[in-house]
């Protein structure tokens, strides 16, 4: 419960609006110990989309160019105007999405998509950047996970071939 009360059975269940994914785990007292909600992006070598090609997001930096999509939804390319990576050393997991066509995009659950919906509320048959998802897979990763931020109207960018919103997009 959001005291830390137990409950019984089924653990710990504190009380989130639907939007939220539940982020607790069992103290070695028994109490409901909250989990920092902050893995929300991508992996480091996930393929950003830039003027001269595919970058592994670990590799940008500041002031580099990268696609972003004007208000109309068309492709210009706009600079990064804020980069985060979040060291994270032990296990966590990312959600894998294969779209029709064989993109396949990776990005933790609470990563927000175009529509600031989530990408571990995806499911198959769903659409998403104009393709049918055919899978959706939660696959273990260990690393730090980053976000950017691009200049412009929308702070949208590519990722594996795939449009997503950023979680950076409030800190401007």
Not at 27 to 45: M, N
Not at 84 to 101: F, K, M, W
Not at 112 to 130: E, F, H, K
């Amino acid at each position: 419960m959001p005291d830390g009360q137990l409950v019984r059975p089924g653990g710990c269940q504190p009380h989130y609006p639907d939007n939220v994914q539940p982020a607790t785990t069992r103290g070695p007292d028994g109490q409901c110990v909250a989990i920092e909600c902050h893995l929300r992006c991508l992996p480091a070598d996930a393929a950003i989309a830039t003027p001269t090609g595919d970058v592994p997001v670990h590799r940008l930096s500041v002031g580099d160019r990268v696609w972003t999509a004007d208000a109309r939804g068309v492709r210009v390319a706009a600079r990064l105007i804020r980069i985060a990576s979040i060291p994270y050393e032990g296990d966590h997991s990312i959600v894998e999405v294969t779209l029709a066509g064989g993109r396949v995009v990776r990005a933790s659950a609470s990563h927000p998509l175009v529509d600031g919906s989530l990408v571990g509320n995806l499911a198959i048959g769903a659409r998403l950047d104009g393709a049918e998802i055919t899978d959706v897979r939660i696959v273990p990763y260990r690393g730090a996970t980053w976000d950017i931020l691009p200049a412009g109207e929308t702070g949208t960018y590519w990722s594996d071939g795939v449009r997503l919103g950023s979680t950076l997009r409030q800190a401007r």
